[in-house]
């Protein structure tokens, strides 16, 4: 299952042996992976290195560490953890155009996605959460708006019914929490409350017309990016 490691950088060549023998099913939900002496054996390892690799898949979500047990592979990701994409956006640097292709893309696909199969009472529920964010607005409560309009996007996310979509989206989604906020603050309230794009979002879920899914994310994106 591992190999020694030879160079590189030690600890994440680690995560990464472990990472991969998850993925190719060597290791399962809920299987304890070797103990810390088996692994610095096999590994041709030190312990701190080891100790390390441990850590930062524990504080990620992927293992489970119970003292005088042992450590297991979780059964499922812990989504208040650190989120790998989220942060690897921000550490890779990623300029203002490529967020902004990658959460169009994503919009996208998600409305694409969802138009066909999206039930009455899921439109009713999105047309509420549009009606608490108008109101906030309207009340200029810009901090509970700016939350209001990233649960809006996420609820759309979870809709697709695809975890892998929905992550991915989420991820993104809160690159845009401050520019959404700052957009807020810097626009008046009530056109804003005019120009909404969810309106158009939800009206594209009612009348099925996917024609218009690409310029009405097109026109919403414009609104955040210049405060991104």
């Known amino acids: 299952m591992f190999k020694e490691i030879k160079k590189e950088s030690v600890v994440d060549t680690i995560v990464k042996q ?16 070797p103990t810390e002496n088996e692994l610095m054996t096999t590994l041709g390892v030190g312990r701190n290195s080891v100790r390390e690799a441990v850590k930062m898949l524990s ?11 042992g450590t297991y592979i979780k059964d499922k990701v812990d989504i208040s953890k650190v989120d790998i994409l989220f942060y690897s956006i921000i550490l890779e640097k990623s300029s203002k155009e490529q967020v902004l292709e990658a959460r169009q893309s994503i919009e996208e696909l998600i409305l694409q996605l969802i138009v ?15 009606q608490d964010l108008s109101k906030a607005l309207s009340d200029h409560n810009h901090t509970l708006a700016a939350n209001l309009d990233l649960k809006f996007h996420c609820a759309l996310a979870d809709l697709t019914k ?4 929905s992550r991915m989206a989420k991820s993104i989604m809160e690159l845009f929490h401050f520019s959404i906020k700052k957009t807020i603050e810097s626009q008046h309230v009530l056109d804003f409350i005019h120009n909404n794009h969810h309106d ?16 009405v994310i097109k026109d919403s994106l414009h609104v955040w990016k210049n405060n991104i």
Do not use: H
């Open 18 to 33: 472990m990472s991969d023998a998850i993925i190719s099913g060597q290791l399962k939900p809920g299987d304890k992976i």
């Open 59 to 69: 504080a990620i979500g992927v293992l489970e560490i119970r003292r005088g047990d």
């Open 116 to 130: 066909n199969k999206v039930s009455q009472e899921e439109i009713e529920m999105l047309s509420t959460m549009q």
């Open 162 to 165: 695809n975890p892998i979509i």
């Open 200 to 215: 158009n979002m939800i009206d594209i879920l009612k009348t099925k017309d996917t024609t218009r899914i690409k310029d």
